[in-house]
């Protein structure tokens, strides 16, 4: 069974289209995470989640939406895509908020926006 | 925020030569983890490093926390083609409202040529 799963795993959209990523865990994990992977690989923290609550929210657009409907879920929506949206866009999840546990990354969604 | 700067950027080597990647922080870190990320595929965790001047070693893997606790390293003795991929330090922002917040470095890309 996949620990942490995603879909899609592609997705390739047109500007000003309005997405979805869905992401679950099955490791019994409080907290989950969204990170942003750009062409040169740099991974960067957007939301994070305890337990259906939002503790991290970076400097994001307001266009990124997550949502948990619980524990085990963390979805994120985008609005109006733009063409540097593009990137994969990892899901992740922890035992805990603290940042001493691992974590657990999911397969990855490439996102192109065209 | 705090920054980790990983160098170097990219790491080409042949078969059977050694690999350091080197992790440094302007602030003393609580821990730092390393994560391992294939080609397309999605980071996982190798390990966590939490005393000052500890050492720990996963077979070729030698993974070293400095004793100011600001700088840490990854080093791969006689690499192979499956050691290819990018190495990730990432460190846990502290205080304030970053708890649970991991900075990833800029990562190491490694190339291994047979």
């Known amino acids: 069974d996949t620990a942490v799963s995603q879909t899609p795993k592609y997705l390739v959209t047109q500007m000003g289209n309005d997405k979805s990523i869905k992401c679950e865990q099955n490791?019994?994990?409080?907290?989950m995470y969204w990170y942003k992977q750009d062409s040169k690989k740099f991974l960067k923290i957007m939301f994070s989640?305890?337990?259906?609550?939002?503790?991290i929210n970076e400097t994001v657009p307001n266009r990124f939406s997550p949502k948990s409907p619980d524990k085990a879920h963390l979805n994120l929506h985008i609005n109006s895509l733009e063409l540097g949206d593009s990137a994969v866009y990892f899901c992740?999840?922890?035992?805990?908020?603290?940042?001493?546990?691992?974590?657990?990354f999911g397969p990855g969604t490439r996102l192109t926006v065209t | 925020g705090q920054q980790v700067m990983q160098i170097p950027q990219y790491q080409h080597v042949q078969e059977g030569e050694d690999f350091t990647t080197y992790c440094n922080s302007s602030?003393?870190?609580?821990?730092i983890q390393w994560y391992k990320q294939r080609p397309g595929g999605h980071p996982v965790f190798l390990i966590q490093?939490?005393?000052?001047?500890e050492v720990k070693k996963q077979k070729r893997l030698t993974f070293q926390f400095g004793e100011a606790k600001k700088n840490s390293s990854l080093h791969i003795t006689a690499t192979q083609t499956t050691d290819v991929g990018t190495y990730f330090c990432?460190?846990?922002?502290?205080?304030?409202?970053?708890?649970?917040?991991?900075?990833f470095g800029q990562g190491t890309i490694l190339t291994v040529h047979p």
């Open positions: 992740a999840s922890s035992q805990w908020p603290d940042p001493s546990y691992e974590q657990y």
């Open positions: 990432a460190a846990p922002e502290t205080g304030g409202t970053s708890y649970g917040k991991l900075t």
């Open positions: 989640y305890n337990n259906k609550e939002l503790i």
């Open positions: 602030t003393t870190l609580s821990n």
């Open positions: 490791l019994g994990h409080d907290t």
């Open positions: 490093l939490v005393k000052s001047g």
